[in-house]
């Protein structure tokens, strides 16, 4: 099992999330959350002062799948996210020990 | 599992269980209506074991049904389960507990559940608005409950919501028609089509059955046979699909290349334990009987909608003594059986005009087909309004339907043959028919001149007729071995026989048995040898032909698909053809004007080299450059070359100074990239020392960051100086390719200096989860020396399945039996990589020692057979 974490603009959730739903994934969590990359952060100007904006609102959409599945979930979400510009986000895979679901207590890939 | 874990919904999952066994033993067809109907038991079951079901009832009475594909009883393994729990009035508050009771079971199963509880006026304003719930209640079905209340809900239905919304709702279906057109493709001409939502899916059997549903008393436009055809097609398709669903193992709608083979062999197409070939010929004939299946529901949905929902104020006009064009869509105007002149008029008109043919003209034509007419005596003049038909604006989509109807097969029987012949690779976009259809448009296309590209080529083609012709039967030999061969011999066959004049057969004849010449020799020969070009030149002849030989290798794999044409690939098309124009245009160059044009590039490289560089430096660099820079590169290539081995020379220095030991030096390059212009590729030229193993660790490098390499050429000057130029598609960073390739200047350090393990860096991307090889067939690999096609090297032709940093192998392997580069063309298609390398032993000459000979070869298969 793997856990996927995609960062990305927050207008591309929905793009994201039929994108992955389309492959039969069932759940996800999903995060407004806030950073930068390359970009920096960029400047704003607000009546004529200059302000630093350090961090840039993205989602952060979680999903664990089955390792099986990884190649195509990046796949997806990277083509249903990318937009060719500076802040297209991030994916990082990384590997889940295991799964519990609290209701039923089944635990490994039939909790997921 | 949770204590109070309901039997029934064990009970439902081993049936399930069961059933898959069942139906990969026995034939997947009896899934579908087997898997509603467990799922049914599951509901009745669950229903009546409810506790308080009484209590419900007396609050208010309530039914269970099932909308979507499991209310027409059709469950793929993959398929959602939609079910809809329905009150006649206010949803009690008990509602909730159960639609739990029922619900909750299988979404611990982990089935694909859609579910709603709703009231009667909620659905019926839903549907109101809503089109696609609309759509699902259509396929409505009682599973358990009161089934009274199933009776009144669809009386209300039918008055409330079908009468009144019977063609905004047709509006509705046809705009997402055109959507699914842009976003899935037709099914019915893709190698790896959509089985749900394509044009000539199941989806558009489903439209006629809402249609039908809807429109309540009417008279079916359809006949019986047509409707029993569409419904041995729709179950074809739909057994395709489970046996998708279960080759996969999830839920997927698209036919990918590798599950076709498991698919065809649950079909029964072929059995597990065949060989690799008779699994590929029975991927084949399954996709091509699938093809023949969605082209059938694709036609008959068309007409369908045609007669259904004809425009509203349409005018019929006489378009031609036979034609008319009638709101369905265009027809004959006399009854009775139908000449083929008739048909091609029709079909002329269509391509003017862009409209669909009627239900009735498209009945007529394959009645007259079918019941074998004295159908076409190939006359000349067919063959010329045939042509036509291509020429007209909207020519591509008229012939299209012709070759739908069967009167392209009927016109040529050869066609017939081959028209749903596959490739089974993911080169080839189309099976042959559509495929040859396309080319031919496409030639119509580009002799039109809309193209400006091609524009002034294109006025030039005396007899325009001869490589329309040739396009029609460039695949037609299709089958076997040389296909061009025999496709030349059909063309003089057949051609003879419609009475054309001889020079039209020679020159089409000629076009059809050298169509890939060009391609052939743009992505694997050296297009700086004049011996190469003067290959080309000698077989084309004249110019007319050569003229013609390149647009057809254009429009040929422009129709291949996205995979046989890239901006790289034209780029190296038109390279060849300009080059062979020029020949034939001023004869080859003599021995002595070989030398002089070289000469004369050198001359003019020392002018425009001496304005930025000091002109000693330039004339000792011209010395030491080798024979071929002058032949194979342009003044202004050969000035960056002495800048970027002048930047080589001042790191070298300062590097001397840095890192005075042993390493002095070592991995040290210098590196310009520039875009080419063409498509998203960039030319690299890396300048450094030489050591052993040099080529195989730059192709390493480049493949660790991601840089597809297409082609390389090798400048060895005679103090050891390098200069290897790459032509790479990528960088994936279009915003910063700068640093990428200064990552890449560094990574070849390392690489040198022994920080950097390329072999264990590119196996650990191989073992990515991340990484996915081709997905086209594993046919055995081929290594091939060669020493007679070319004067001063020995050629390796190696082609194998394609695997990350597999040039970074075969470099390797070669440079460790001392045998060097000189110049390389990768061709990456169809998930295999067809590569030449131009190469000499170590001595400085060809490889011309037999042992050395074998020894390359097995080793370099031992290489390939691992990838």
């Known amino acids: 099992m793997k856990k996927v974490e995609i960062i990305t603009r927050t207008f591309k959730l929905d793009d994201v999330k039929e994108a992955l739903a389309n492959l039969g994934i069932k759940g996800m969590t999903v995060s407004e959350v806030k950073g930068f990359g390359r970009q920096g952060g960029h400047k704003e100007v607000y009546r004529g002062a200059e302000y630093q904006v350090d961090f840039v609102a993205k989602v952060k959409i979680e999903v664990v799948v089955a390792a099986s599945l990884v190649a195509d979930v990046v796949e997806a979400a990277t083509k249903a996210a990318r937009t060719g510009q500076v802040g297209d986000g991030k994916i990082f895979v990384s590997p889940i020990d295991e799964v519990v679901r609290i209701r039923t207590g089944e635990t490994g890939e039939s909790a997921i | ?867």
């Open chain 2, 1 to 867: 599992m949770p204590n109070d874990w309901p039997q029934v919904a064990t009970l439902l999952s081993e049936r399930r269980e069961t059933l898959k066994v069942e139906a990969v033993r026995k034939g997947v067809e009896i899934y579908p209506a087997r898997a509603a109907q467990i799922t049914d038991l599951y509901f009745q079951e669950r229903l009546a074991n409810h506790p308080r079901l009484e209590a419900v009832f007396q609050v208010s009475s309530f039914c269970l049904v099932a909308v979507g594909g499991y209310g027409r009883n059709e469950l793929c393994p993959g398929s959602d389960i939609d079910v809809l729990l329905l009150f006649e009035k206010k949803i009690p508050v008990c509602a909730e507990d159960l639609s739990s009771w029922l619900f909750h079971p299988l979404w611990d199963l982990g089935l694909d559940l859609g579910h709603g509880v709703r009231s009667f006026s909620d659905c019926i304003s839903l549907a109101k608005n809503d089109y696609q719930v609309l759509a699902s209640l259509l396929d409505l079905r009682f599973i358990a409950g009161d089934e009274r209340v199933e009776a009144s809900f669809r009386s209300l239905f039918t008055k409330k919501v079908a009468t009144s919304k019977r063609n905004a709702f047709a509006r509705w279906l046809k705009e997402q028609n055109e959507g699914r057109e842009v976003k899935f493709g037709d099914s019915s001409g893709l190698l790896e089509p959509d089985l749900k939502n394509g044009l000539g899916s199941l989806r558009g059997v489903h439209q006629i059955g809402w249609c039908t549903a809807m429109l309540g008393k009417w008279t079916d436009p359809l006949t019986a046979d047509e409707r029993r055809s569409l419904d041995a097609d729709y179950r074809f398709v739909l057994k395709a699909r489970t046996a998708l669903h279960l080759s996969a193992g999830r839920k997927t709608d698209t036919l990918h290349f590798d599950l076709q083979p498991r698919v065809a062999e649950l079909l029964g197409y072929a059995n597990k334990n065949a060989d690799p070939l008779a699994r590929g010929m029975a991927v084949e004939h399954f996709l091509s009987d699938l093809h023949k299946a969605m082209a059938r529901i694709k036609m008959l949905r068309a007409v369908f909608w045609q007669e259904c929902f004809p425009p509203r104020f349409w005018r019929t006009r006489k378009l031609s003594p036979a034609v008319e064009d009638t709101a369905v869509g265009l027809g004959f105007i006399l009854s009775g059986p139908v000449r083929p002149a008739e048909m091609l008029e029709l079909f002329a008109q269509a391509a003017a005009t862009g409209r669909p043919l009627s239900l009735a003209a498209n009945r007529a034509i394959r009645e007259a087909i079918s019941t074998g007419i004295d159908t076409f005596e190939g006359s000349a003049e067919t063959l010329a309004a045939l042509l036509d038909v291509f020429r007209a604006p909207f020519g591509l989509h008229a012939a299209l339907t012709m070759v739908d109807t069967g009167l392209m097969a009927a016109l040529l029987p050869r066609f017939s043959e081959v028209e749903h012949l596959v490739q089974f690779d993911d080169y080839h976009v189309h099976p042959v028919g559509r495929h040859t259809v396309e080319t031919v448009g496409r030639v119509a296309d580009l002799l039109s001149g809309r193209d400006e590209r091609f524009r002034d080529l294109a006025a030039n083609v005396v007899h325009p007729d001869r490589l329309l012709l040739a396009a029609l039967f460039h695949d037609l030999g299709k089958g076997g071995p040389n296909h061009s061969a025999i496709g030349a011999e059909l063309v003089r066959e057949t051609l003879a026989g419609f009475g054309l004049d001889k020079a039209t057969v020679r020159d089409a004849a000629f076009l059809v048995e050298h169509h890939l010449l060009i391609p052939k020799t743009a992505t694997r020969g050296d297009l700086s040898d004049e011996r190469v070009v003067a290959g080309v030149a000698e077989i084309a002849e004249t110019l007319e032909r050569l003229d013609m030989l390149y647009l057809l290798s254009v429009a040929d794999s422009m129709a291949t698909g996205p995979r046989a044409w890239s901006a790289w690939t034209g780029s190296l098309f038109q390279e060849l053809y300009r080059k062979a124009r020029n020949l034939l245009t001023s004869g080859p160059l003599s021995e002595p004007e070989v030398a002089q044009a070289a000469r004369a590039t050198r001359e003019r490289a020392r002018v425009e080299a001496c304005g930025s560089l000091d002109e000693a430096y330039v004339n000792d660099c011209l010395a030491k450059m080798p024979p071929r820079a002058f032949q194979a590169l342009g003044p202004l290539d050969l000035v960056r070359h002495m800048t970027l081995v002048r930047q080589l020379q001042v790191a070298l220095d300062e590097d001397a100074v840095r890192m005075p030991g042993k390493n002095k030096g070592v991995g040290i390059s210098a590196i310009e990239a520039r875009k080419t212009g063409v498509g998203n590729t960039f030319e690299v030229s890396i300048a450094t020392q030489d050591r052993p193993g040099l080529f195989a660790t730059l192709a390493g490098v480049l493949a660790l960051h991601q840089l597809d390499i297409l082609a390389a050429d090798l400048f060895t000057w005679k103090d050891g100086t390098v200069v290897d130029v790459f032509i790479v598609e990528g960088p994936g960073d279009n915003l910063f390719p700068e640093e990428v390739f200064e990552r890449v200047r560094r990574a070849i350090r390392y690489a040198f200096l022994g920080k950097l393990s390329l072999g264990y860096r590119l196996d650990e991307m191989r073992k990515s989860p991340l990484y996915r090889s081709g997905s086209g067939p594993k046919l055995p690999p081929v290594v091939r020396v060669n020493n007679q096609a070319s004067d001063f090297h020995t050629l390796i032709e190696v082609a194998a399945s394609d695997c990350l940093g597999l040039l970074y192998d075969i470099a390797l392997t070669l440079a460790n039996m001392y045998v060097s580069i000189h110049l390389a063309k990768i061709t990456t298609d169809a998930g295999r990589i067809a590569d030449v390398f131009y190469v000499l032993a170590s001595d400085g000459r060809k490889l011309d020692d037999p042992g050395l000979v074998r020894q390359v070869e097995a080793e370099l298969l031992k290489v390939v057979k691992h990838s």
